[in-house]
Every structure is written in C-alpha cells, then in structure tokens.
C-alpha cells in the first residue's frame, strides 16, 4: 500500500479520496475549508493536513481535485504548496479539469524538482466518483502514468493514457464538447414531445433502444421530467469547462459552432439562477421559452 495525499475534498474528490483510504492506502487530505478535511477523516479515518506542502510530504502520490486553473496553481505551486513538499520521485496526479496551458506549466515546474505531473481529469459525474467508476483519460509520461494507474484504479471502471503531458485534459475537452451536444438534443426531444401531446417517459423508453440512445438520456431523462436539476455536474462547472474548450480550439483551428451554441443557452440557464444546477437544465431553459 502507499502513502497518498489528496487535495481537495468536493463532491468528487471526498469519495475518491474515501475509497483510496478503504483500499488500504495511508492517506492525508487536504481542503481549503479545513472543516470538510475534519468530517472526512472523521468518517473515512487517515489524516488531516493544514497546508498543501504538509500533506504532500513523504507521499509517494500527491492526488489534486481542485475547481480551476488558479486552485491548481495555488495547491502545486508556493511555498505551502504541494511541490515544495515532495520529494524527487514522487507522482503528482491532477484530476481537475483545466487548461492545457496551466497543466503544462505544471509539468514543467514539476519536472525541475524531479517530480513526475499527470494529468487525469475524470468523468462520470459525483454517482461515478461515489461508485467508484470513473473514466480517467490522461496525459504525461508513460512511466508515471504506469506507476500510478494502479492507485487510480481503485475508483475508476476504465483509465488510458492518451499521449504525452495535456492529452488528458484536450481528452476531456472532447468529452465536454460531446455532452454539450448530447444534453441540448435530449432536451429538444423532451421539449418537442411535451409540446406534441406524447408522454416524454413513453417515448424515451423506446427512442432510448435505438440509435438515439445514450448515457444521458438513460441516467437524466426522468429527472429533466420531474423539474429536478441537483444531481451532479453544475452548470457553472460546465461553463468553465466549455470555455477552456472554446479557447483552446481557436488556439488549434478546430470550428465548434454547437458548443459555442449551447455554451450561450447555459449563459442563459445561469441568468435563470440555475448555476448550480446540473447541466441537464438546458431542459428547463426551454420550458421556460428559451
């Protein structure tokens, strides 16, 4: 078993870090809100650290689930941060979901001090973090990725290297492109049968066998029915996700006239007062005559 240290204790990273101390790992978390770092420990046991630095030190694999560009570099980077306490050798496995930019500055910072950086955002939503069946898709070099895949393992149903230091974060930004798109087609098929007179359930119970089925019509379709918007992803994490994807692809030429689409209807759910709810809202930005 090894020692861990995991950074960042949201509705992903507390049940990542969970089932790591489960599977017998020594493992030190760490939270900006110290209070969140108490209770987990307080149900999953292991230890508690105050700053980035102090439970990195001796970890053999620093795991980062941070919110965005400038909290990853806060918890890697400083005098407190992660680096400064590990030592030559060691993993740091980032599964936030960022910038390429900000995760090859990292590699680089990291790689001064003889510390390896993969990046590995995930998906699966809080069920899969909880369930322990997220897809890890990751980028640095092979050896590190091979030395960690094991510890990722542990809460993960599928996790591939894709390439060299970024592919895993270009990976989720297709992944986000494709669930932009996904999640506005069901809702326009949702929309489209309440206005036709059709039971919405009926419809997708068939539609949903067929060549139009997916994830997010098998786990979202009943809540989008039901006006339930609080199970999971929210859609100002969505946002900040279709905007590194927006960004990025004026910097490779990719043209994503959808995505800057619905990037704009989830501008609008945020108007509603929805930036908290899931991102299967766009269904209630339609009923509401978006």
Known sequence: MAKLAFLGLGVMGGPMAGHLQKAGHDVTVYNRTASKAEDWVTTHGGAMAHTPREAAAGADFVMACVGNDDDLRSVCLGDDGAFAGMASG???????????????????????????????????????????????????????????????????????????????????????IAIAGLVQGLSEALHFADKAGLDGRAVVEVISQGAAGSWQMSNRYETMLDDHFDHGFATDWMRKDLGICLSTADETGASLPVTALVDQFYKDVQKMGGGRWDTSSLFKRLKAGG
């Open 90 to 176: 060691a993993v740091f496995v980032d599964h936030t979901t960022v910038s390429a930019a900000v995760t090859r500055e990292l590699y680089a910072a990291a790689n001064e001090k003889q510390i390896s950086f993969v990046d590995a955002p995930i998906s699966g939503g809080q069920a899969g973090a909880e369930n322990a069946a997220l897809s890890i898709m990751c980028g640095g070099e092979s050896g590190a990725y091979e030395r960690a895949e094991p510890i990722m393992a542990v809460y993960s149903k599928i996790c591939r290297r894709i390439g060299d230091s970024g592919a895993g974060q270009m990976t989720k930004m297709c992944n986000q």
